[in-house]
């Protein structure tokens, strides 16, 4: 392969590998400590946020209007809005811009906060996502979440030991999945379950995942049922209430479903949800804006526990997230019997006593089928819920909090000092031995570190000590490489060859015993991450990465910084050490301890 497409190829690489770490040198560096407290708030407090600064911004431009009329800083984003609204009611757009014009532009009384609060929402939420996109610090280093559950009745009659062990191992594949790397799961007592999870993850949706119950389940909808509720509902608003389980309230004393026209035992009461703009559950509502409810049976058609398999793909008529879920053939065999008995009726599809989805029944469906009106986030998090399978024991959250980092930053400090201090000392070590052949092997290794991290950046990887020993050990094995080749080429300039002569023998002899050595350690560091788990895995797969960049920078990069300064710059001198080098054409050869004349080239 020519110098020049290997120069391609290494500016892609570099490219590549900098659009991977952009998100982590963004987050750590240049993202303000306030902004970043915003990005680990809750939805819902996000939610409150991002109202209560849309309620202040309000309040300013209203008093713009009565003071200078002019536009409040930071409210500029507000001019193009308004002049599409102006454009769209066929007005005549204002020449100049005032707080007056931009507040006639927004006629509903809704449509300004709406907009306003639309702004700083879409900037928390990207905030959200770049903080995903980037390396996480593992507990030892910056903290994490602490929770504890407390178990309640078993949901099978299996023994509640083998029910506690069981949990264990599908919390334990949830988190895993989840993308955490070293949680710490354990049992804490007869009753509870303690989980540390490292960096700072969105707690709302660890919850989704590790409280997740399964407790999906297919109910055929009573459309008389609902009929009757609804004119019950619309006559008695807004002295009626009801709750989650589908209980029914009318001025604060709940009633019997036999009190009320057309509701029969056999059915309960639940509310139709969807995902707002937040990611919350949001009750739908109808024309009248009155909240949406329908009549489910009871008794369920098909529980979740029958899908065996479960993923996420978008639909080809709307794109819409969907889940597609594969049953087990006793429950494709249920399902089936279900759907072609009431083909053409209203199907509910009940997340936890929520009706995410009510879909007629087009045909029976008998091994897969596909459930929508989910967020991509929410269809994400139930098709992992499916896949793990349900929990033999209800949880509930005894405790949450974070927890702080298991050393103190005194001790994190002389770390990354010894951390900095041990590579330094190489890369001297290389510069002060191998002289000019040094220089190429520390420019080697800073595209190694470089690389590593830009691939750990890609995967969300949390960096813990354990992860940066594996990184240590990775410099010293590339350092290793390194001196492989230069030893080599030290052999072959003694034999009298010219800089090229010496570049390719010295690479060519090296290559395999490089190769070898890391081939070895690669199969050691995939048997770790695969038998290990927590902080071994995590060096497992530090190493691993490692292994790669330091092949790809010692045999790839470095050749061609060679091979650069032979074919390019005209080079023909050539330093290894201090006493073997080429020097203007010809080869000092040592022999012992006795220095033979210089030899022409």
């Known amino acids: 392969m020519s110098k020049r497409y290997r120069f391609v190829i290494l500016l892609i690489v570099l490219g590549v590998c900098f659009l991977f770490l952009w998100p982590t040198i963004r987050w750590h560096f240049f993202i303000p400590m306030e902004q970043k407290a915003l990005a680990q708030e809750s939805r819902q407090q996000i939610k409150v946020t991002a109202i209560q600064n849309a309620q202040r911004d309000i309040q300013r ?14 409210l500029e984003f507000l001019i193009p809005a308004a002049q599409k609204l102006y454009k769209e009611n066929k007005r005549n757009v204002p020449e100049q811009w005032t707080a007056s014009a931009v507040l006639d532009a927004f006629p509903s009384g809704t449509l300004l906060p709406e907009t306003i609060e639309q702004k700083y929402s879409d900037e928390i939420f990207a905030l959200k996502d770049l903080q995903s996109n980037a390396v996480k610090l593992g507990l030892d280093l910056s903290g994490g979440l602490s929770i504890i559950l407390r178990v309640g009745s078993t949901l099978t009659n299996d023994d509640p030991v083998d029910a506690m062990n069981r949990a264990l191992e599908v919390l334990n594949s949830r988190i895993d999945q989840f993308g955490l790397t070293e949680p710490v799961i354990r049992t804490q007592g007869t009753d509870q379950i303690y989980i540390e999870i490292p960096g700072t993850a969105d707690p709302e949706r660890i919850n989704d995942i590790i409280m997740g119950k399964g407790s999906l389940t297919f109910r055929l909808q009573d459309t008389d049922a609902t009929a009757s509720f609804n004119e019950f509902y619309y006559r008695e608003y807004p002295n009626i209430i009801v709750d989650a389980d589908g209980n029914i309230f009318v001025n604060g004393n709940q009633i019997d479903y036999s009190l009320i026209p057309g509701l029969t035992s056999d059915v309960q009461i639940l509310g139709v949800y969807s995902k707002d703009r937040y990611g919350l559950d949001e009750q739908e509502k109808d024309s009248n804006n009155m909240f949406r409810y329908i009549a489910v049976k009871k008794e369920v058609g098909l529980d979740g526990n029958y899908i065996m398999d479960a993923y996420v793909d978008r639909n080809s008529m709307d794109g819409k997230p969907e889940v597609i879920f594969n049953l087990s053939s006793e429950g494709g065999e249920i399902f089936y019997r279900l759907t072609s008995a009431n083909t053409g009726k209203p199907l509910a599809i009940v997340l936890d006593n929520k009706v995410k989805s009510h879909p007629n029944i087009s045909t029976g469906i008998r091994e897969r089928g596909s459930i929508s009106g989910f967020s991509s986030e929410e269809a994400e998090n139930l098709a992992l819920v499916l896949r793990t399978g349900a929990l033999p024991v209800e949880l509930t959250v005894d405790n949450q909090q974070s927890i702080g980092a298991s050393l103190g930053e005194d001790t994190i400090k002389q770390g990354l000092y010894a951390l900095l201090g041990g590579i330094a000392a190489v890369l001297v070590f290389m510069l002060f031995f191998y002289r000019t052949a040094g220089i190429n092997a520390v420019v080697a290794q800073l595209l190694n570190f470089y690389i590593m991290f830009s691939v750990l950046s890609a995967l969300n990887f949390t960096l813990t000590l354990p992860a940066i020993a594996g990184f240590i050990l990775t410099i010293g094995m590339a350092t290793d490489a390194n001196v492989i080749i230069f030893e080599r080429m030290k052999e ?11 570049v390719e023998a010295g690479f060519g002899k090296a290559f395999w015993a490089i190769m070898d050595s890391n081939i070895t350690t690669f199969i050691a560091a995939l048997f770790l991450s695969q038998l290990g788990s927590g902080p071994i895995r995590g060096f497992a797969v530090s190493l691993s990465i490692g292994v790669f960049s330091s092949v790809f920078t010692a045999l790839f990069v470095s050749r061609l910084i060679f091979d650069v300064g032979t074919d390019v710059f005209r080079s023909k001198k050539l330093s290894v050490s201090w006493t ?20 022409s080239l």
């Not at 431009?61 to 930071?74: N, Q, R, Y």
């Open 61 to 74: 431009i209203e008093a713009a209007v009565f003071s200078d009329d002019k536009i409040p800083d930071g």
């Open 492 to 502: 072959e300039i003694r034999l009298g060859k010219t800089r090229k002569a010496v």
């Open 580 to 599: 073997t080098r080429i020097q203007d054409g010809s080869v000092p050869v040592r022999s012992g301890n006795t220095r033979s004349k210089a030899v």
